[in-house]
């Protein structure tokens, strides 16, 4: 299985960067994981117009991504479910696809045009934590999946 994390984020080195490593070594026996950081010139000049504008480049930059495979939107307003049903979505696919928006979420058509939108839970948090969660999620998820231990 391939997993995709596709997110809206400046490419920089960052605290989290060995949790980031360690949780992708941990899922590496279920699936490898690709994260891909996109900051183009356009979303940077959105942010300076419009919550709009920024939504609609955000759009235009993982439309290259959304082409092939499950997608799966994390948004606020997005369903809460629990670790099971988590795995659920992670079960019998090829290719999935976790996109994180940018500081302004994303736009309506981006998610009506996922195959799932999903809250990682109602606090807000940064972009660098909400992929921590979503990567421990992802091993809870396999986990889950093939009884392991962890997720007890």
Known sequence: MNIDIVSIA????????PLYKELTKMISRFAKVQDIELFPKDVAKSH??????????YSRAF???????????????????????FSKLLNDKITIK??????????EDFLKSSDAVISLGNITMSHKIAKAVLLEQIYRGFSILNNHPYHK
Do not use: C
């Open 10 to 17: 400046k490419k920089d080195h960052s605290i989290y960067d």
């Open 48 to 57: 300076t117009i419009s919550s709009n504008a920024s939504k609609q480049a």
């Open 63 to 85: 439309n290259g991504h959304k082409n092939k495979g499950f997608s799966i939107s994390l948004h606020p307003k997005g369903k809460l479910i629990d670790s099971f049903e």
């Open 98 to 107: 976790f996109f994180i928006g940018g500081a302004y979420g994303l736009e």
